[in-house]
């Protein structure tokens, strides 16, 4: 290209941007020649930018692109399809319309299996029930909701009803809010978009207050519970097919994978505790395991038996 | 380089982080083109050295410079979904209610529905790859195989591979840009085909 006209210019950068991309994964790529590639013209970061988002999208889609899905599909438990989901989502949908009938019986119980499921509450209030989770509905003025795995709760605030959650060994209460809850074997993350809630166990000494912004991560096998920020618009994000963590046990991490992407992992008994920080693409189980190991420097295996997490060999 | 030696492997990293923060602090600034965020990413890949035991690494530069570009990589992932998530509210015209009064599942199956159109965007994308250049991706990206790996299948340098894959990374971003995938706004209105916006067969 030697004119010098837009098309060419930004055609010739395009060019650069996948190049450097590409030399990323070698132990000697010129990181000083990046830098400086991407110094010379605010053009080169945005290319190489979309390059960049173009390949990571790739490894997001990398099981539905794959060629070999059919022969795979026998080999390991497939993780959740959303474009299979789309019609469970549609049928999720004709469910919450007439959920206020099927509530009118003193008890409802909703199993969630691959996708997620809206149920409706007699008062208008919502909950999206997360995949592979349990919800169940006593009705009544004073309504009682048991949660055993993942539901968003966006609940009408009335001071005249006394709603309680049972989510794992804590009882959530005084709700007029937006909030997420994970009840994960013992041990129960709750966070606050919008409004407040009250959390209480008979482990805990005292009642806890959450706000708008707060996360609170119960343990059940310490009894214990610590409170941390989150950002709102991070609470409840698995329904847009993304978790992010923080300074979250990496037991957690891998029970959210299973219940999110249908993706079995094992982890040595070292590795439970373990903390991660980051946002994985629960979307997509593969690569979103992928991504866990490298940002954890873990080594990933996968045979017969599934996937497997170690440490690297020293 | 070589003063890391493969024991005492966390502090030992970090210690290298150390000799090079003023390098990865210059590169977060270009990569990133914001110095607060540049500064922000340093913090974040700092505690991720400091909070956690990584295993020995042949070359400890290089794995904290690619560290350091994933972390960006991520964050701009991030940045990049939730503009695709505004794009869909303001694209939804028809729709008379605001982004607070729609449903989840609403937006949950909008989703839905774009990462169908990436899929079949990327799929068919693939399939327009030039012969070597599809090979190398595929094996690479789909199969899992490293770049070394990819060139021995293949029976090509390593070069060679590095070639195939960036003629096939130009033309998915190509495919992307040409639907509009990195477009900040909405502007549909030209080359808009039908696979593009099924919205208009729902809302009409």
């Known amino acids: 290209m030697i004119r010098e006209d837009e098309t060419g210019n930004s055609r010739s950068i395009f060019d650069a941007a996948s190049a450097w991309h590409v030399e990323t994964s070698r132990d000697d790529m010129d990181w000083e020649g990046f830098m400086t590639w991407l110094a010379a013209d605010p053009r080169h970061r945005s290319a190489y930018d979309q390059i960049a988002l173009a390949d990571s999208l790739v490894e997001e889609h990398r099981d539905n692109l794959h060629e070999h899905d059919v022969r795979q599909a026998g080999r390991w438990r497939r993780p959740l399809k959303w474009s299979a989901g789309l019609t469970a989502a549609a049928a999720a949908s004709l469910i919450a319309f007439f959920a206020p009938h099927f509530l009118s019986a003193p008890m409802a119980t909703y199993q969630t299996f691959g996708s997620t499921e809206q149920v409706a509450l007699e008062d208008g209030s919502t909950v999206l029930l997360a995949p592979r989770s349990r919800l169940v509905v006593t009705g009544g003025r004073d309504e009682k909701i048991e949660l055993a795995g993942g539901a968003w709760f966006n609940i009408r605030h009335n001071a005249a009803r006394a709603l309680a959650i049972t989510a794992g060994q804590v009882e959530i209460t005084d709700i007029g809010t937006r909030f997420d809850v994970q009840a994960t074997d013992g041990q129960v993350r709750v966070a606050v978009a919008e409004g407040e809630v009250q959390v209480s166990s008979s482990s805990l000494a005292q009642p806890v207050h959450l706000h708008s912004g707060d996360a609170l991560l119960f343990d059940g096998e310490g009894g214990r519970a610590a409170v941390s920020k989150l950002p709102t618009d991070a609470v409840g994000q698995w329904r847009q097919g993304r978790i992010t963590y923080e300074e979250t046990p990496l037991s957690l991490v891998i029970a959210d994978l299973a219940r999110y992407s249908g993706i079995q992992v094992e982890i040595g008994r070292a590795l439970r505790g373990r903390l991660f920080s980051g946002t994985l693409v629960v979307s997509n189980g593969k690569a979103a395991l992928r991504d866990l190991s490298q940002l954890m420097g873990l080594e990933l295996h996968h045979d017969r038996s599934g996937y497997r997490l170690d440490e690297r060999e020293r | ?204």
């Open chain 2, 1 to 204: 380089m070589k003063q890391h030696s493969g024991q005492d492997v966390g502090s030992g990293l970090a210690g290298v982080f150390e000799l090079h923060r003023h390098d990865l602090a210059r590169f977060l600034a270009a990569r990133c083109g914001d110095s607060e965020e540049a500064k922000d990413l340093l913090q974040e890949l700092w505690i991720r050295l400091s909070t956690r035991a990584i295993g020995p690494i042949a070359n400890p530069r290089a794995y904290l410079f690619r560290m350091a570009n994933n972390l960006v990589l991520n964050h701009t992932r991030c940045r990049h979904r939730t503009m695709l998530r505004d794009r869909r509210w303001l694209r939804t015209d028809g729709d008379e209610r605001s982004p607070e009064d729609r449903s989840d599942p609403d937006l949950l199956a909008d989703e839905q529905i774009e990462r169908q159109q990436e899929v079949e965007i990327l799929r068919s994308a693939i399939d327009a790859l030039p012969p070597g250049a599809q090979r190398a991706l595929r094996l690479h990206r789909l199969d899992g195989h490293d770049q070394g790996e990819v060139g021995r299948i293949m029976g090509i340098s390593r070069s060679g591979v590095e070639k195939h894959l960036a003629v096939a990374m130009r033309h998915l971003r190509n495919a992307l840009a040409d639907r509009g995938y990195f477009a900040p706004k909405v502007s549909r209105e030209r080359g808009t085909t039908s696979a593009a916006k099924p919205r208009t067969e729902e809302r009409p």
